[in-house]
């Protein structure tokens, strides 16, 4: 059982690229979400998906898009890649986006644009 | 506005107890988690807790106080494995995990 993996492991891109990161979880979780971690910052939210074929806007989604087309794969775009979305990107899922719900993991990627 | 404030850094000795505060302020609230996340790994699930008073799960334990918008994790019996930072999460009225930057914890022998 992995649970949840995220290709690539790292990436470093020119400004300006479109890159996809992927997002795969094997535990039939209905919700899934998209966090970027900066330095002295908080996980920030940047989109979810509370059910396959719903997505939704987080704290910080300006430059990222997501879709859901099916309930393991939860893919994030960034349309033209800019330096200031350098971070570490965290895909999670939980059972369902009600209270209580622990959200699981994946490894994350690093990315960097320059 | 939501906020989480938690301590930067705190430093412990191996054996010992440490204590993690958090404060938080969400619009709503629907629980207060706290994660471990061990340097260039994922945040892992810890402790979660909705009503008043103290959970306890082996060696760590979580306590809340709605009233006061406060949130503590106790370590006991400090090991080095225990060397991470603890995240603190506060779920808001959307159901939405509004995080504090963390507490790196350091453990000296």
């Known amino acids: 059982i992995a649970g949840i993996t995220q290709a690539p492991t790292s990436q470093i891109l020119a400004a300006g690229r479109r890159m996809t990161l992927r997002c795969t979880q094997d535990?039939?979780?209905?919700?899934m979400y998209w966090y970027r971690q900066d330095l002295g910052l908080g996980l920030r939210l940047i989109h979810y998906?509370?059910?396959?074929?719903?997505?939704g806007k987080g704290e910080v989604p300006d430059g990222y898009s997501v879709s859901r087309a099916n309930t393991d794969d939860f893919p994030l775009t960034l349309a033209s890649a800019v330096p200031s979305q350098t971070s570490v990107y965290f895909c999670a899922s939980s059972d369902s986006a009600g209270e209580g719900n622990e959200q699981f993991f994946g490894p994350g990627t690093r990315l960097t644009v320059l | 506005g939501q906020n989480i404030d938690q301590p930067t850094e705190m430093t412990a000795t191996e054996g010992a107890i440490v204590q993690i505060n958090c404060t938080y302020q969400?619009?709503?609230?629907?629980?207060l988690f706290w994660y471990q996340q061990h340097a260039g790994e994922a945040p892992t699930f810890l402790s979660y807790?909705?009503l008043d008073g103290l959970e306890e799960k082996g060696r760590f334990s979580s306590f809340l106080s709605r009233s006061k918008g406060y949130s503590y994790l106790l370590l006991k019996e400090l090991q080095m494995k225990d060397s991470a930072s603890y995240l603190c999460a506060g779920m808001d009225s959307n159901y939405q995990l509004i995080w504090g930057a963390g507490t790196k914890l350091i453990i000296k022998p």
């Open positions: 998906s509370n059910t396959a074929g719903t997505t």
């Open positions: 807790n909705v």
């Open positions: 535990m039939r979780h209905n919700a």
């Open positions: 969400t619009s709503g609230f629907n629980g």
